[in-house]
Protein backbone atom coordinates (compact mmCIF):
# COMPACT_ATOMS: atom_id res chain seq x y z
CA UNK A 1 0.00 0.00 0.00
CA UNK A 2 1.39 3.50 -0.75
CA UNK A 3 0.89 6.39 1.09
CA UNK A 4 -2.13 7.55 -1.05
CA UNK A 5 -3.84 4.58 -0.18
CA UNK A 6 -3.42 4.80 3.51
CA UNK A 7 -4.81 8.38 3.61
CA UNK A 8 -7.61 7.65 1.73
CA UNK A 9 -8.60 4.63 3.62
CA UNK A 10 -7.61 7.09 6.87
CA UNK A 11 -9.89 9.75 5.43
CA UNK A 12 -12.74 7.10 4.37
CA UNK A 13 -12.93 5.88 7.96
CA UNK A 14 -12.80 9.62 9.70
CA UNK A 15 -15.61 10.68 7.40
CA UNK A 16 -17.55 7.29 8.30
CA UNK A 17 -16.98 7.33 12.22
CA UNK A 18 -16.33 11.55 12.38
CA UNK A 19 -18.58 11.91 15.29
CA UNK A 20 -17.01 8.92 17.80
CA UNK A 21 -13.11 9.80 16.56
CA UNK A 22 -13.94 13.57 17.65
CA UNK A 23 -15.52 12.59 20.49
CA UNK A 24 -13.13 10.24 21.37
CA UNK A 25 -10.62 12.70 21.22
CA UNK A 26 -11.93 15.51 22.61
CA UNK A 27 -12.71 13.12 26.05
CA UNK A 28 -9.27 12.45 26.37
CA UNK A 29 -8.26 16.33 25.41
CA UNK A 30 -10.34 16.97 28.65
CA UNK A 31 -9.39 14.22 30.64
CA UNK A 32 -5.46 15.20 30.33
CA UNK A 33 -6.99 18.58 30.67
CA UNK A 34 -8.30 17.94 34.28
CA UNK A 35 -5.50 15.85 35.42
CA UNK A 36 -2.73 18.69 34.25
CA UNK A 37 -4.79 21.75 35.33
CA UNK A 38 -7.61 20.85 37.36
CA UNK A 39 -11.31 21.46 37.27
CA UNK A 40 -11.76 25.24 37.65
CA UNK A 41 -8.94 25.94 34.65
CA UNK A 42 -10.46 23.27 32.72
CA UNK A 43 -13.83 24.45 32.95
CA UNK A 44 -12.10 28.20 31.92
CA UNK A 45 -10.73 27.00 28.77
CA UNK A 46 -13.22 24.41 27.53
CA UNK A 47 -16.03 27.84 28.05
CA UNK A 48 -13.21 30.24 26.47
CA UNK A 49 -13.54 27.49 23.72
CA UNK A 50 -16.72 27.46 23.42
CA UNK A 51 -17.15 31.21 23.14
CA UNK A 52 -14.27 31.53 20.33
CA UNK A 53 -16.72 28.34 18.41
CA UNK A 54 -19.37 30.46 18.43
CA UNK A 55 -17.99 33.29 17.31
CA UNK A 56 -16.47 31.56 14.33
CA UNK A 57 -19.26 29.87 13.28
CA UNK A 58 -20.87 33.49 12.85
CA UNK A 59 -17.99 34.91 10.89
CA UNK A 60 -18.60 31.56 8.95
CA UNK A 61 -22.14 32.21 8.36
CA UNK A 62 -21.69 35.94 7.58
CA UNK A 63 -23.98 36.91 10.52
CA UNK A 64 -23.04 40.56 12.31
CA UNK A 65 -21.72 39.46 15.71
CA UNK A 66 -23.10 42.98 16.85
CA UNK A 67 -26.44 40.66 17.02
CA UNK A 68 -25.12 38.46 18.94
CA UNK A 69 -23.58 40.78 21.75
CA UNK A 70 -26.95 42.37 21.31
CA UNK A 71 -28.55 39.46 22.23
CA UNK A 72 -26.38 38.06 24.90
CA UNK A 73 -25.91 42.00 26.14
CA UNK A 74 -29.52 43.71 25.70
CA UNK A 75 -28.78 47.38 24.98
CA UNK A 76 -30.38 49.64 28.03
CA UNK A 77 -32.48 52.40 26.85
Not at 50 to 56: D, K, L, R, Y
Request: one cysteine or more.
Amino acid sequence: MDLVEVLTRLLEIFYHHRGKIIGLLTGFLISILLLTLGLLKTFFIVGCSIIGFVIGKKVDNHEDFRDLIDRILPPHD
